[in-house]
């Protein structure tokens, strides 16, 4: 039987998602959402950020990932029904994005014995896949 090797995070990696996480949580709260849909940094009313969503832009279909930034915004800004209204799973996306800073940190710490194995990364990976693909079929269908 022919096995595939799972690949190891690499220390890399592990500052990349770091970064990235800690970057969407401080900026969430330094930003506001306008007229609904465009986002904009807090106090700065005539410059909105791009809009970016290829699959919105190019085909005028929302992707599974529409309105998450939106939902940050909210969610950090304390008003989760409106986040809700977003994206209905933006909260959980938050959550571990705030969860992947010790995690990582731990990672860096400790190379040698990761925090979790990487069959259980895994299998949060593809919680986290179809749980966005769920709800953006939920979306289309209502």
Do not use: K
Request: some cysteine; proline content about 8%.
């Amino acid at each position: 039987m022919l096995t595939i090797p799972r690949a190891v995070p690499t220390r890399r990696r592990h500052i990349e998602v770091l970064l990235f996480s800690a970057v969407a949580l401080v900026a969430a709260p330094l930003l506001e959402v306008r007229s609904g849909e465009f986002v904009g940094l807090r106090g700065v009313p005539r410059v909105n950020l791009p809009p970016s969503c290829a699959s919105q832009a190019l085909f005028g279909v929302d992707c599974p990932g529409c309105g998450l930034t939106r939902s940050f915004v909210h969610l950090a800004c304390g008003d989760v029904a409106e986040s809700l209204r977003c994206h209905r799973i933006g909260w959980l996306l938050m959550a571990l994005a705030a969860v992947q800073i010790p995690y990582r940190l731990l990672a860096l710490r400790r190379p040698d014995r990761p925090p979790l194995s990487s069959a259980v990364c895994r299998w949060i990976g593809y919680a986290v896949i179809a749980a966005l693909v769920g709800n953006w079929v939920i979306g289309l269908i209502s």
